[in-house]
T-cell receptor, first 115, second 116 residues
Framework: RKEVEQDPGPFNVPEGATVAFNCTYS??????FFWYRQDCRKEPKLLMS???SGNEDGRFTAQLNRASQYISLLIRDSKLSDSATYLC????????????????FGKGTHLIIQP | GAGVSQSPSNKVTEKGKDVELRCDPI?????LYWYRQRLGQGLEFLIY????????KSGLPSDRFSAERTGESVSTLTIQRTQQEDSAVYLC??????????????FGPGTRLTVT
């Protein structure tokens, strides 16, 4: 099982709809989780951290399910500008391929919001 | 404040030539990472620097790749005898001291390397 896995998509969603996607991780000792957004030919930018209790930022809600080892991102009332690739990132232990206390990234889920 | 900066933004080189990529992290960030991202692919970890500790080089794909960092500032990634498969975007990220901050990383705009 890969360390961090995401459905690559693309997810084609009409404007205004709600969309959700998950990211599974294999290391049960992982402590920190993040969602990054990456626009075409741009660098990843931190979207939000994922806390144990879940967190919400405007139209975006992130949740963590430790028992099943996945994190989720839900986008409500989607906008055309939400079209991007969403990367999940999970902290890794030293030697785990991400650098000490580094992050292991999924390959991303491609989201396309259609007018 | 200023974010992570990288230079050059684009680099086209001939196969077999050496290239040097530069990263200026956010001031005060002690941790610095290099990643490679091939077209349509995910982020591939290359190397990690933390303060004065020995760097974690476990992600470097071959001995043609090396990186240095001066103290807690500028880092350079060097690729010797470039090959076409080295063509990718090379991303640098920095992070505050892990004792005082969570693990989120902040990325530079990347250097797009094309080997012809």
């Amino acid at each position: 099982r890969k360390e961090v896995e995401q459905d690559p998509g693309p997810f084609n969603v009409p404007e205004g709809a709600t969309v959700a996607f998950n990211c599974t991780y294999s290391n049960s000792a992982s402590q920190s989780f993040f969602w990054y957004r990456q626009d075409c030919r741009k660098e990843p930018k931190l979207l939000m951290s994922v806390y144990s209790s879940g967190n919400e930022d405007g139209r975006f809600t992130a949740q963590l399910n430790r028992a099943s080892q996945y994190i989720s991102l839900l986008i409500r009332d989607s906008k055309l500008s939400d079209s991007a690739t969403y990367l999940c990132a999970v902290n890794s232990r030293k030697g785990g391929g991400g650098g000490a206390d580094g992050l292991t990234f999924g390959k991303g889920t491609h989201l396309i919001i259609q007018p | 404040g200023a974010g992570v900066s990288q230079s050059p933004s684009n680099k086209v080189t001939e196969k077999g030539k050496d290239v040097e990529l530069r990263c200026d992290p956010i001031s005060g960030h002690t941790a610095l990472y290099w990643y490679r991202q091939r077209l349509g692919q995910g982020l591939e970890f290359l190397i990690y620097f933390q303060g004065n500790s020995a760097p974690d080089k476990s992600g470097l794909p071959s001995d043609r790749f090396s990186a240095e960092r001066t103290g807690e500032s500028v880092s350079t990634l060097t690729i010797q005898r470039t090959q076409q498969e080295d063509s990718a975007v090379y991303l640098c990220a920095s992070r505050p001291d892990p004792d005082f901050a969570p693990h989120e990383q902040y990325f530079g705009p990347g250097t797009r390397l094309t080997v012809t």
